[in-house]
């Protein structure tokens, strides 16, 4: 049963469920400083060079889980003891290098970075070299290897760098909050900041959902995680943890959806709104753009504000793949309606926490959006979703998406807009690739997802959009 | 006024409940209740083998596409 892609990820998991453990008995402020020596008991390492180390690094987690770091605003934070400090040397020249008589490197390179010593072995002049790669591309025998580190390889907005020290830092002027770094850094030395002992207490508080009742919103991507068990069992353990019931916020992706499609004939371009980490890529990246953002909530935000308007009192908590929904509803336009945003990462800690064995559960059902509410959690979803839309409200508009699938080909698309060179008139802007099945908060990662997400979709009763929002028009 | 909540929480939703709240839209119309009755939804009233559960000002009812007439003639119609 593989449960996650990583030990770093496993790692972390030990600590949230910890962490929740100690929270549901109430005793967090009593045994927050034991947690470390909960997870590395012996006097014998098992990661780092002495036990006292591993400690000192699994304290910082625990502070990270309970909430991290509040005079930091950015959700993903770095843990600089944890740091590597991994050499970050650039493109490098290795002794596989023959010294061949070819030289393809030397006449890929543009900048004349490349020259040769009395071995004919190739040398890089880093004042010259613009890290292009090419050189590494066109060596037979694959001798010029990139010793980026794997943080700022993840990082493709380059948001990540060194510090005198070696550490990393993330510039949070540029940072979208996606997760990749997290995801990527071997050490585990970039975390996400936790709120899941929010979440705790607001379950607690409500008494049973008498106080008030606690709302799960799942995302679609869902259908691709916990693959162990089925997804019904996934949804009996959310209400066993305490929550009152389970939606699809698949619902909102159908709402969404009906507005943006009704948006864009309206105003011609449009970028989604969906993805709070393209959203913040393009306020901080390209300002000039932001009017062509679509001024829908977010599919989370949506259903939520419905909800709300009808319970003001209820608590909301969305469960999804994805990192920057954290930052999401910190925003002042979304902060009246989600209460707090958690990973599945958190919920399987969460899940554990209590002991609960999924694959023992009953299955519950989870159906309340269409086909193409559910399907937005993969690239190209969003943009079938609004062709779907447009065409079911009957609206004449000649829809040319250009699906954006991870950050750096929002950012071609972005560019190309920029300089009006975009033949398109809808960006759909996913910041992970292959859409929220790519989040940094998915359990696992792979090939299969799309399969599942589209399956999962085919699986609900409404056939169309319409038809699954219409039950909101009261 | 009265309030009638329809559970669409994912259960009552396969059971129907999309059926009875546009039944329930059109009697509300033709019977020009708009100004008496007011129609809203929930998600789970956590009675989900009653579905679809239906509430009057709180009284809960078990309604069916195929009682939905019914239930609002009785109950609805009935009491305005």
Known sequence: MRVFDTKVQHLKYKVLREVARQAWAGTLLQNMLDIPKIIVPGKIPTMRCCVYKERAILAERVKIAIGGNSANPNIIEVIDIACDECPAAGYSVTDSCRGCLAHRCEDVCKRGAISFDHNYVAHIDKTKCIECGQCAKVCPYSAIVNRKRPCQNACKIKAISIREDGAAEIDNSKCISCGACVYQCPFGAIMDKSFIINVIDMIQKSQNNTNYKVYAVVAPSISSQFSYAKLGQVVTAIKKLGFHTVIEAALGADMVAAAEARELAEKGFLTSSCCPGFVDYIKKTFPALVPHISHNLSPMAALAKWIKSREPNCKIIFIGPCTAKKAEVQLEKVKPYVDAAITFEELQALIDSKDIDLTKLEEGVLDNASYFGRIFARSGGLSDAVAQALKEQSIEFDLKPCACDGIEECKMALLKKSKNLLDANFIEGMACVGGCIGGAGCLTHGEKNKTQVDKYGKEAMEKTISSAISVLNM | ?80
């Open chain 2, 1 to 80: 006024m009265k309030k009638i909540t329809v559970c669409i929480g994912s259960s009552c939703h396969l059971k129907g409940s999309r059926q009875v709240v546009e039944m329930l839209q059109h009697f509300i119309a033709q019977n020009k209740l708009d100004e008496k009755v007011e129609l809203t939804g929930t998600f789970c009233m956590g009675q989900c083998q009653k579905g679809v559960c239906v509430t009057v000002d709180g009284d809960l009812f078990s309604v069916t596409p195929d009682t939905v007439k019914d239930f609002f003639d009785k109950e609805i119609l009935a009491n305005v």
